[in-house]
């Protein structure tokens, strides 16, 4: 069992910056591939970065691409989303998530952090 706490969500202007943080529990954080989705009102959680366990391989969507960075600290059971360049679409509910290493389901999930970003 992975318990996951999502932390560092606020209220950001165009163009800002913001770092989430995903605080994971137990001793076999680096056995799970991490990922960070997020939810806008109206529309369907999406898939926006994911790192492997080692933190070796790195996956982002486009719509992210080149502005935001995920990254883990292995020793301290975190993961990292660093948010550059904020726009107003990506305005949303972010959710740290894990799944094991080599499996295609996340299967665990934090409760989520707003982000919201103004023009």
């Known amino acids: 069992q992975v318990q996951l706490v999502e932390s560092g969500g606020g209220l950001v202007h165009t163009g800002g910056s913001l770092r989430l943080s995903c605080a994971a529990s137990g001793r076999t954080f680096s056995s799970y591939t991490m990922g960070w989705f997020r939810q806008a009102p109206g529309k369907d959680r999406e898939f926006v970065a994911a790192?492997?366990?080692?933190?070796?391989?790195?996956y982002y969507a486009g719509s992210v691409k080149g502005r935001f960075t995920i990254s883990r600290d292995n020793a301290k059971n975190t993961v990292y989303l660093q948010m550059n360049s904020l726009k107003f679409e990506d305005t949303a509910v972010y959710y740290c998530?894990?799944?094991?290493?080599?499996?295609?389901?996340?299967?665990?999930w934090g409760p989520g952090t707003q982000v919201t970003v103004s023009s």
């Open positions: 790192i492997s366990g080692s933190g070796d391989t790195l």
């Open positions: 998530a894990a799944k094991v290493v080599g499996t295609n389901q996340y299967v665990y």
